[in-house]
């Protein structure tokens, strides 16, 4: 599922808070796949460097804490 949504956001260039979300459920039900957490360091990289903007206001450290949950 993570894929999917990490797909989505490149495709859109933009990670919604729906997605963020869904990511966030997923990694704390433990219910993914080394492809998963792959798919992962790639979107933190991609926001990272500017390349896919996040909907969710910058005080919001979602991703950064789903990395850290990983």
Known sequence: MISTLVESAFQ???L???SEG???QVLTHR?????D???L???Q???DQGKIE???PQQLTVLSDLMVAA
Not at 31 to 35: E, L
């Open 12 to 14: 859109t260039g933009c």
């Open 16 to 18: 919604s808070v729906a």
């Open 22 to 24: 869904l990511i966030y």
């Open 31 to 35: 219910a993914y796949s080394p492809t």
């Open 37 to 39: 957490l792959a798919e």
């Open 41 to 43: 360091q790639r979107l």
């Open 45 to 47: 990289s991609a926001v």
């Open 54 to 56: 996040r909907e969710a």
